[in-house]
Nanobody, 124 residues
Framework: QVQLVESGGGSVQAGGSLRLSCAVPGNTYRSYCMAWFREAPGKEREGVAGIDSDGTTSYADSVKGRFTISKDNAKNTLYLQINNLKPEDTAMYYC??????????????????WGQGTQVTISS
């Protein structure tokens, strides 16, 4: 059973920043695409940022300019930097991976390997 482990969530005031981390097992780190999703209460899970094996990134329009996805190959770790946090960013954040080589990493339905999530709560 593949296990992705997210960390770095917490309660932050609006305007602050957070960096989320996702520890990825070695074999899974060689996935073609990895991504971050979020799920707010009462809403569907949505993809926010993706990155391919070459480091090419893609973002949902709603987060462009504030979210940055990156990875550290030496640490097998995926990151999500979130700046200028807003109350509407409150959600459970999940990392995900997909081995299929091809297509675009912002094809959000492609992902089939998931972590358990880390909660982000933003107060105004």
């Amino acid at each position: 059973q593949v296990q992705l482990v997210e960390s770095g969530g917490g309660s932050v005031q609006a305007g602050g920043s957070l960096r989320l981390s996702c520890a990825v097992p070695g074999n899974t780190y060689r996935s073609y695409c990895m991504a971050w999703f979020r799920e707010a209460p009462g809403k569907e899970r949505e993809g926010v940022a993706g990155i391919d094996s070459d480091g090419t990134t893609s973002y949902a329009d709603s987060v462009k300019g504030r979210f940055t996805i990156s990875k550290d190959n030496a640490k097998n770790t995926l990151y999500l930097q979130i700046n200028n946090l807003k109350p509407e960013d409150t959600a459970m954040y999940y990392c995900a991976a997909d081995f299929f080589a091809g297509g675009e990493c912002d094809e959000w339905k492609r992902y089939n390997i998931w972590g358990q999530g880390t909660q982000v709560t933003i107060s105004s």
